[in-house]
């Protein structure tokens, strides 16, 4: 039997009596696998993430983690946020709005800080994830110094330093360059082997394509649209055309204007890699 993580039923968020964000939001989100929401920008796909990750609460429906509802009432009892907050951690899209320490190791020490863990331990986990995100030259660098590509990597260091069991991450290419998002992508897939659960929101196809996860797909109704695996997603253009993740183009051939739907990625065929 799928082992269920997250359990959502009816989910309903408003930002205010006229901005609907979540439209009745039910799906079970499996642990231990790569996940993702897609949908064009302001379907409610972040909201959810936040919703995830127990920094708001539904305004009707209920979300349960690990059969435990997510409320209020459950994040004021000690015990379980510290438990819930270890092991599930959030990348946010803006990084901005994630860093606020002085410099990049500050800025590493501070979450596992917070656990409590002895200096060997940080000094471990700053060491062994600065290396891995490709960022140990900028330990020492003020936050306000770094690129857009700079302050992501350290955003995702700052939630691997905590070495969370659930990683959700908000658009997590944004801002990277394409060599970076390759790392990025090299990243994710280790984590996934190593049994972590990564849920992601995205509109971006290609790497919705190169993770080939558990697609949920959003529509501007901020509703579920369709769920199913990626390569049948992505062969119905007309699913995506309808949800506004691919669009139509127009072009002049011999004279006349042309229309057809058109898309900024490819599917790709992948071969296997030897490690």
Do not use: W
Request: charged fraction near 25%.
């Amino acid at each position: 039997m799928e082992n269920i993580l997250y359990r959502l039923g009816n989910v309903k968020y408003k930002y205010s009596e006229d901005i609907t964000a979540l439209d009745g939001i039910t799906l079970d989100i499996p642990g231990n696998k790569i996940s993702a929401f897609a949908g064009t920008n302001g379907c409610g796909k972040t909201t959810l993430l936040y919703i995830l990750n127990g920094l708001i609460f539904p305004s009707e429906g209920n979300v349960f983690y690990n059969d435990t509802l997510l409320e209020e009432k459950i994040l004021s009892d000690t015990e379980f946020v510290r438990k819930f907050r270890s092991s599930n951690g959030l990348i946010f899209q803006d990084s901005d709005a994630q860093l606020f320490c002085s410099n990049v190791y500050e800025e590493l020490t501070f979450g596992p800080k917070q656990l409590e863990l002895d200096k060997a331990e940080i000094s471990s986990r700053i060491e062994s994830t600065a290396e891995l995100l490709g960022i140990t030259p900028l330990l020492k660098r003020s936050v306000s110094k770094l690129s857009g590509g700079e302050k992501k990597k350290v955003a995702i260091a700052s939630v691997l330093t905590l070495n969370p069991s659930v990683l959700l991450m908000d658009e997590p290419t944004a801002g990277l360059d394409p060599k970076s998002q390759g790392i990025l992508i090299d990243i994710i897939f280790e984590l996934a082997e190593a049994g972590k659960t990564i849920i992601i929101s995205t509109h971006d196809l290609g790497l919705i394509d190169d993770l080939k996860p558990l697609l949920f797909v959003m529509n501007e109704s901020h509703q579920i649209e369709s769920t199913g695996n990626t390569e049948d997603i992505l062969a119905d253009e007309e699913l995506l055309y309808k949800v506004n993740l691919i669009h139509e183009h127009v072009h002049l051939h011999d004279g006349e204007r042309h229309r057809h739907i058109h898309s900024h990625y490819k599917i790709h065929q992948h071969n296997s890699v030897k490690k």
